[in-house]
């Protein structure tokens, strides 16, 4: 079982930064992928940023440029930063991990088996 805590979360005004955080602990695998993923009321849940197994970093479209994902293979930390924010990256940000993922399928949700509860993100004027 692993247990994963997201911190970090806040508000802020839109071309504001923030940075996420996400610990994982328990039966915890060091090339393990981890990726964040959001979700606003009445929409899916969608992959923001995420780090497979070979270290590869991949990032939604919507976030490009904006966003860095980082992870720590030593401590199994997983870092957002975020940065120009817009009113659309206001959501629910979640932490996964699974086992292992490539490239190609690190958005695929039914395959990460371990979450976080969520921090809040709200991007306002």
């Known amino acids: 079982q692993v247990h994963l805590v997201e911190s970090g979360g806040g508000s802020v005004q839109p071309g504001g930064s923030l940075r996420l955080s996400c610990v994982a602990s328990g039966e915890t695998y060091i090339n393990a992928c981890m990726a964040w993923f959001r979700q606003t009321p009445g929409k899916e849940r969608e992959a923001v940023a995420g780090?497979?197994?070979?270290?590869?970093?991949n990032y939604a479209d919507s976030v490009k440029g904006r966003f860095t994902v980082s992870k720590d293979n030593a401590k199994i930390t997983l870092d957002l930063q975020m940065n120009n924010l817009g009113l659309e990256d206001t959501a629910v940000y979640y932490c996964?991990?699974?086992?292992?993922?490539?490239?190609?399928?690190?958005?695929?949700?039914?395959?990460?088996?371990?979450w976080g509860q969520g921090t809040q993100v709200t991007v306002s004027t």
């Open positions: 996964a991990y699974r086992q292992f993922c490539q490239s190609w399928s690190w958005m695929t949700q039914s395959e990460y088996l371990n």
């Open positions: 780090v497979t197994s070979f270290g590869a970093k």
